[in-house]
C-alpha cells in the first residue's frame, strides 16, 4: 500500500492540553494532533494531513492556516511553489504530528463519498473512503529532502527510473495499527537502524532478458557482454559521470563485475550516507561515503529476497548491509506502538542521535519504519 499522505480518519480520543485553552489533542489511529476545540467530536470524521505534507498557499483553505494558533505552519517552497510543510510540534510536553480539518471543508472529498454512497451502506461508504489517498485531489506534494535534487540536476539524468523494481515507501507506525493484535502474535521481525542518506538502486539487466532493450543505451561502464547496469536516486536512472557519488559506490564495489558474473537480472537497493549527503545527519568523516544495503529484489520474479536471504547475498557481493540489531517476535521486545516508538530513539552509525528503525517481517517482507519523534522536532519535520 503506498503512503496516504491525506485521508480521511476517525477521531478516536480527545484530550486536553495543558498549554492551551483552545486546543484538544486528539487521536487518529497511531497519530496524536492538535486541533481547535470543536473541530470534531470522538467517533467524527476528518480530513487529516500528515506530517511531511506540503499544501499549497494558493489554496485559501490552507492559506488561512497562518492565522491558526493550532498550526505553526511557516511558508516554504518546493519546485519553486510556496506552501505549508505540515511538521511535528511540541506543545509543553505533548507532541501534534499533523493537522486536522473538518470534512466539510472539502467537496472533493464529500462529493467522492456521496457518490460511493449511492451504491453502499454508510458503514462501506466510510470504509472505502478511508482507504483512499486525497493528496492529488487536493494538491498536496509530499516536502522531500532538496538534498538529493542538489547532488543530481535534473540534466545529468536518463529519465524516471526503471519500473521492474519497486520505490521504497515504507509505511510509519503509526499506521500500522494491528502490530500487537494477535494476528502478528507470533510474528518474526529484523530490525534494522534506518540510515539517513539517500535512496540508491544499483540495478543488473542481463543481456537475454526481454527489459535489456527498453532501457536507454549507455556508454562506459554500463554496457558489458553479460548486461546493463544502472545506477538510480530514488527518482532518476542517472548517466555514469565523473565525479557521481552514486555511481562511485557501485564503482568502488565493483558492483558492475560482480553482477555481471552472477548472472541474474537484480536490484540492490541501499542507502548512500556520507559528509556530503542529507546535511550529514550521520556524522560521516569529511570526504567518506558508503553505501548500505536493506533490500535485493530479484527483477526476474519480480519479488524481494527474504532479510536473511539480503543480508547474505550482501556479504557475498562484499558489500556493507544497514546495521541489524535482532531477529525477534516483535510482541517479545515490545508491548505497543508507543514502546516501539521509545525503541527508536537512539544512537545511529557513528554515534549521532538516529532517525529511526525499520522493522521487516521475515514471513511475508512487509516493512514499517519508527521514527525518533526527538529527530522530527530537532530536525523541524
Ligand atoms: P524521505 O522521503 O523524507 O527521505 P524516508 O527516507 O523515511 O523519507 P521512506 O521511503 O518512507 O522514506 O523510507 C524508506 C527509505 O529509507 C528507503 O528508501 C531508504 O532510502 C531508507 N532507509 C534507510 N535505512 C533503511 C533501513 N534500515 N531499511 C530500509 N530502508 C532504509
Ligand atoms: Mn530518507
Known sequence: MTRQLVSVRQVSHLQPLTSSASLLLADVDGWKCAMKKGTAEVGDHVVYFEIDSFLPVTDDRFASLRQLNTYNGKLSTRDGRFGFHVKSTKHDDALSQGLIMPLRCFPEITSAIAELRENNTHEETMQKVMGMNFEDKLNVLKM??????????????????????????????????????AKYKDAVYQETVKMNGSAETVYFICRDSPLYTTLPPLEGRADMPEGRIG??????????????????????????????ALGKSLAIQGELCGSSICQNREGFPEGKHDFYVYRIFDIDVQEALGPAETEEMAE??????????????????????????????????????????????VQDGRSFKVISNAYLVRNGE
Not at 157 to 163: D, F, I, K
Not at 326 to 334: F, V
Open 144 to 181: 522531500e529532502d532538496a538534498t538529493t535534487a542538489r547532488i543530481q540536476p535534473s540534466e545529468n539524468s536518463l529519465g524516471p527510473c526503471p519500473s521492474f523494481f519497486p520505490k521504497t515507501d515504507i509505511k510509519r507506525v503509526q499506521n500500522c495499527p494491528n502490530l500487537f493484535t
Open 231 to 260: 545506477v538510480c536516486t530514488r527518482k532518476r536512472d542517472l548517466p555514469d559521470k565523473p565525479g557521481c557519488l552514486f555511481w562511485g559506490a557501485a564503482i568502488y564495489y565493483q558492483l558492475p563485475e560482480k553482477l555481471a
Open 316 to 361: 557475498q557481493l562484499g558489500l556493507k548491509h544497514v546495521p541489524v540489531n535482532s531477529y525477534s517476535r516483535l510482541h517479545d521486545i515490545a508491548a505497543s506502538n508507543a514502546d516501539l516508538l521509545q525503541r527508536a530513539e537512539g544512537v545511529g552509525f557513528y554515534g549521532k542521535p538516529r532517525e529511526g528503525l525499520v522493522y521487516k517481517n
